[in-house]
């Protein structure tokens, strides 16, 4: 059975096989923190779709943004939002099994990440959301992240140190930043800009897709290309949502799930390609040749800490995988 088919059983076995007809419309409402011109725009939008249409329209997705990711799945797992689509930064909260994917230099590369998150190994993961009241139903992508500052630029692991940088709420990645000797700040997204402009904070780190989206060059100067750690994203839903679904209308979630993986990477991936030319036109000044080795280096103590304090396990065989 392929991996993706073992997916859907999952999903059907998270949500309770005894579901019963949906109502003449029922209405999913997806929160994701990004415009709509953007990666996870494109995945709600494949979904809505792709649900609506194989639904007949028995169902209506509503897709509103909230900046506030810890928010929106606080508000799915008691179930006054239906679905979440945004990184994993703030999910460890919830399920602390989803940290490992946050570690630092973990995947070499987007086919190594996309590889390893959809085998056997990351459906282990999503497993591991039911006892919270979730289901995590299909891994998604943020991207690799990136540094941006107003202060200077960054060449070095040296030139992080002393530097305001805003994170998410991940504990995985505050870790990072103070081994660099920065300051980690951690602030919901919807705070971001507002504390950029004011001085709060120095800097921030995203993909370069959140970047352009969100014109966070008109608030910093400089980008250094460190991808010093991939930021996964996922598809989270309320069980009791889904089990609301016939067998046949989960099955038909699942499908448009993979329409939404789909989306969101294909997005990610031409994002990438034009987004780094586009903020230098709009001003930016670029560090391009970074020494991955280095920062490597400057975070063994983090490393250390995390396979003590992480599933040692589930990280070599993220870290080791390769393509069959």
Same mark, same amino acid.
């Given at each position: 059975m392929s991996i993706a088919r073992r997916a859907a059983f999952a999903l059907l076995a998270a949500a309770g096989l005894a579901g019963t007809p949906a109502l003449a419309q029922t209405t999913i409402t997806i929160q994701h923190p990004l415009p709509t011109n953007s990666h996870y725009g494109a995945g709600a939008a494949a979904l809505k779709e792709s649900f609506e249409r194989a639904t007949g329209g028995r169902y209506r997705v509503n897709i509103q943004r909230n900046d506030n990711e810890r928010e929106i799945v606080e508000s799915v797992q008691i179930g006054t939002v239906e679905c979440y689509i945004g990184s994993t930064g703030p999910v460890g909260n919830f399920v602390p099994a989803v940290r490992v994917v946050d570690v630092p230099f973990l995947f070499r590369d987007y086919a190594?990440?996309?590889?390893?998150?959809?085998?056997?190994?990351?459906?282990?993961?999503?497993?591991?959301?039911?006892?919270?009241?979730?289901?995590?139903?299909?891994?998604?992508?943020? $991207?690799?992240?990136?540094?941006?500052?107003?202060?200077?630029?960054?060449?070095?692991?040296?030139?992080?140190?002393?530097?305001?940088?805003?994170?998410?709420?991940?504990?995985?990645?505050?870790?990072?930043? =103070?081994?660099? $000797?920065?300051?980690?700040?951690?602030?919901?997204? =919807?705070?971001?800009?507002?504390?950029?402009?004011? $001085?709060?904070?120095? $800097?921030?780190?995203?993909?370069?897709?959140?970047?352009?989206?969100?014109?966070?060059?008109?608030?910093?100067?400089?980008?250094?290309?460190?991808?010093?750690?991939?930021?996964?994203?996922?598809?989270?839903?309320n069980p009791a949502m889904l089990q609301a679904m016939t067998p046949a209308d989960r099955a038909a979630f699942m499908e448009a799930a993979r329409a939404a993986q789909r989306a969101n990477r294909e997005r990610v991936s031409a994002d990438e390609a034009s987004g780094v030319d586009e903020l230098r036109r709009r001003g930016m000044q670029v560090v391009t040749q970074v020494d991955t080795a280095a920062f490597q280096a400057a975070l063994a103590a983090a490393f250390a800490q995390y396979e003590r304090e992480l599933d040692a396990a589930t990280l070599r065989r993220l870290r080791d995988w390769q393509p069959g």
């Open positions: 190594h990440a996309r590889g390893a998150l959809d085998s056997e190994v990351g459906q282990q993961i999503l497993a591991q959301f039911q006892p919270r009241g979730l289901v995590g139903v299909i891994w998604l992508e943020n $991207g690799f992240r990136h540094l941006t500052n107003s202060r200077r630029e960054v060449n070095a692991p040296a030139d992080v140190r002393g530097l305001k940088v805003r994170t998410m709420e991940n504990q995985v990645h505050m870790r990072a930043f =103070s081994t660099l $000797g920065a300051l980690p700040t951690p602030m919901a997204f =919807s705070e971001l800009v507002p504390a950029l402009q004011q $001085g709060t904070v120095d $800097g921030q780190e995203n993909p370069i897709p959140v970047i352009v989206a969100n014109n966070l060059n008109q608030v910093q100067r400089y980008l250094t290309l460190t991808g010093h750690v991939y930021s996964p994203g996922l598809l989270i839903c």
